[in-house]
């Protein structure tokens, strides 16, 4: 039976292990990564860890067991291959298609004919789907029926992270093996198969020590990857009637080795989560490999840019405000610039995001106060931080009592600014960690001062006040007072600045360009509520 994106591997007509489209034994003009394929499981290099007497991949190949199988690995580990031991290792009819191209049509096709073979005594149906990934939900739906009840038992390969593009009730179902990409001892060990192995090159060519390593250092691991360059070489080296395979020769059959790293898949996720925790971890040479790993498989910089200036705040914070204002200047350029001259400036904002000293306090201290939020903690606003500029505010309280803290000499006040139910609580902590040591020691006297603890201050010229928590130095929300000499009254101590822009008590006073409004001033730069 044949169909659109179809293709049995045994025929009614033949035995299983028949000759057939797709895995049939291989021409003589086949590509090497295909003539090459192990034709028994012990051929089988790599995948140690499945391959113990009795483990599932050995089971699934020797059709002892009826299992369903997903194959998840990197490509070149064997997950094609491991289809074709079973295909040919077993009396089951085996069945192969491509989520590429076939449908819920081709799926329901199979599982109709295996039911029905069944039926009638037939042998047991085993369903190869390649790039499993790619079927979308109603087609791996289309599976679970036949699944279950073992209509087929269902061997599928994916490269992508089974978790995320396989749907539960069918990853349930069937025993995921995770393949590895092969170690450097195994793909140097199937390239000198290949070389003198009567499917592969058959000592047509030798291979140099420095020629070998570099197809070994190109493959990664994707062993199809390296016999596919190791026949590059070889066909450019007996075009120039040359018998050994020289480092040149290997160089200019593969030009530049592609990097494995799909911008929609597993690997994405992998090298952005690499990159993020090597700049976390203060190691711009790591930090700067995977930033050029993306640059070169082609991702958008504009998500790199992204990345980067949530870095900024979410590592950095504090301990180097400037990182952000670096983040943001390198966003910007990727955005007026463009690739490839911005990838200096995504750089640069690597290498100081990853020097930078780190602190993660901004994160933790939003974290604690969502948390709070979301609990229900918090109440009402206090009527003295309400808005007062629309009519009708005043009679209902809001803004009186309101302290304008540029009228006192420190810019601070004893004020309270948190709901009632969340007086005295401490959300920001500084690390002590670059410039955040600093923050770190103003902090508590602003909070002394604010909430209104009578400690002793240092700097300026202290004298004692009497404390009136009740007076108000303002009117309602930002309208001033008339009696400005009342702006200080109610502060535990008081500091007296030295001149502007003093910074006393380790507060710096800060300037306003732009004083509240009056009672009867319509500001047309004020939010309305």
């Given amino acids: 039976m044949d169909t659109d994106g179809l293709f049995s591997l045994t025929p009614p007509a033949h035995p299983a292990g028949a000759e057939t ?6 021409s003589v003009d086949a590509p090497l990564p295909v003539r090459m394929r192990p034709a028994t499981i012990d051929e089988l290099v790599g995948q140690e860890h499945l391959l113990a007497p009795g483990a599932p991949l050995r089971q699934l190949v020797t059709g002892s067991s009826p299992m369903s199988v997903i194959l998840w690995g990197p490509p070149g580990t064997g997950k094609t291959t491991i289809a074709h ?17 076939a449908g819920v049509k081709d799926v329901r096709a199979v599982i109709d004919t295996a039911r029905r073979e069944r039926r009638y005594g037939g042998p047991p149906t085993v369903l190869f789907i390649d ?22 038992t269902l061997l599928a390969a994916t490269t992508e992270n089974p978790y995320f593009s396989v749907i539960s009730p069918l990853l349930s179902r069937c025993v995921l093996l995770t393949l590895q990409a092969l170690e450097e001892d195994d793909v140097r060990r199937l390239i000198r198969r290949a070389v003198t192995d009567e499917r592969g090159l058959g000592g047509a060519v030798t ?43 290997a160089e200019r059959a593969v030009d530049v080795a592609a990097v494995r790293y799909d911008r929609d898949g597993d690997a994405h996720y992998d090298v952005i989560s690499a990159f993020i925790k090597s700049m976390r971890g203060s190691d711009p040479d790591a930090a700067l490999h995977y930033l050029a790993r993306m640059l070169v498989a082609g991702e958008d910089p504009r998500f790199i840019a992204r990345r980067i200036v949530i870095f900024a705040s979410e590592d950095v914070g504090m301990a180097d405000p400037q990182a952000l204002l670096v983040a943001s200047a390198a966003a910007q350029a990727v955005q007026l610039i463009g690739l490839p001259e911005a990838q200096l400036n995504l750089a640069q904002a690597v290498v100081h995001m990853a020097t930078a000293p780190k602190s993660n306090s901004v994160t933790t201290a939003l974290g604690a106060a969502m948390a709070d939020v979301r609990a229900g903690r918090g109440g009402v606003v206090p009527p003295h931080l309400r808005d007062a500029h629309y009519p009708g505010s005043k009679g209902l309280g809001h803004g009186r009592g309101y302290r304008y803290p540029h009228d006192d000499p420190r810019g601070v006040v004893r004020q309270q600014y948190a709901p009632d139910d969340l007086v005295g609580t401490d959300y920001y902590r500084p690390s002590d960690h670059g410039a955040e040591r600093a923050v770190g020691e103003r902090v508590p006297r602003l909070r002394r001062i604010v909430r209104g603890s009578a400690t002793p201050v240092t700097g300026g010229v202290t004298r004692s006040v009497t404390a009136s928590a009740g007076t108000p130095n303002h009117a309602a929300a ?12 109610d502060s535990a101590s008081e500091v007296i600045a030295q001149g502007p822009g003093t910074v006393t008590d380790g507060v710096a006073a800060v300037d306003s360009d732009q004083k509240p409004e009056d009672d009867s001033g319509d500001s047309a730069g004020k939010e309305q509520p």
């Fill in 478 to 489: 930002g309208v001033r007072a008339e009696d400005a000499s009342q702006s200080s009254a």
């Fill in 21 to 26: 489209a797709g895995f049939a034994s291989p």
């Fill in 131 to 152: 790039e499993v990934h790619r079927f979308s939900k109603t087609q791996q739906d289309s599976l679970l029926a036949a699944v279950e009840d073992r209509t087929v």
């Fill in 85 to 101: 031991l079973v295909a040919n290792a077993t009396d089951r009819k085996f069945v192969a298609m491509s989520a590429l191209t």
């Fill in 207 to 249: 291979l140099s020590a420095e020629a070998e390593d570099h197809l070994v250092r190109l493959a990664s691991g994707d062993v199809r990857k390296a016999l596919t360059a190791l026949e590059a070489a070889a066909g450019s080296a007996l075009a120039q009637d040359v018998k050994e395979i020289d480092l040149a020769t």
